[in-house]
């Protein structure tokens, strides 16, 4: 497992009232690699200062998707924690041996296969998919199975608890 560090000034100078607490590290684990965070830190904060600038890929044309709002109010730093699906990484606190993984890309964040659709994307208007795919209609649910996995979010454990 490969370890990473924060890099050289990527973060703040120390701030009055901060709520991180600098004395003391915590280590989470992201798509297998292993990283530092300080109490308080939130996945997004801890994943930047570490050189992360991708934390997931977008829902339908895998585009590369990192840090953009902070305050959970964007979809675009979606991760999974275990088996929650749909975690916005700027609002989740670290907790030490969390394991993070990224969501929508595969077989990894860095080299995702589906990012193949983007120069074409542009070609592409809206719901094409719904006028291409439906001749003949005995193959629309393969189509329909296929698109959805394309373009989905995180995966859902049908065993998790429901809380």
């Not at 700027?90 to 969501?103: D, I, N, T, Y």
Request: glycine letters at 8%; charged letters at 25%.
């Amino acid at each position: 497992m490969k370890d990473h560090t924060p890099q050289a000034g990527a973060r703040l100078p120390v701030q009055a009232g901060e709520s991180i607490d600098r004395t003391q590290v915590i280590e989470f684990t992201f798509d297998g690699c292993r990283y530092t965070a300080h109490p308080g830190d939130t996945l997004a904060s801890a994943l930047t200062a570490a050189g992360v600038r991708v934390l997931s890929r977008s829902f339908k044309y895998h585009r590369p998707r990192g840090l953009l709002c902070g305050a959970g109010h964007c979809p675009i730093c979606l991760v999974q924690i275990g088996d929650e699906p749909n975690v916005r990484s700027c609002a989740r606190e670290v907790e030490p041996g969390m394991e993070v993984r990224s969501q929508n890309a595969w077989p990894s964040l860095r080299r995702d296969v589906m990012a193949a659709i983007q120069p074409p994307a542009r070609f592409m208007p809206v719901g094409f998919y719904y006028k291409t795919f439906i001749r003949p209609a005995w193959m629309w649910p393969h189509y329909e199975r296929f698109l959805r996995s394309a373009a989905g979010l995180g995966k859902v454990d049908p065993e998790a608890r429901s809380d």
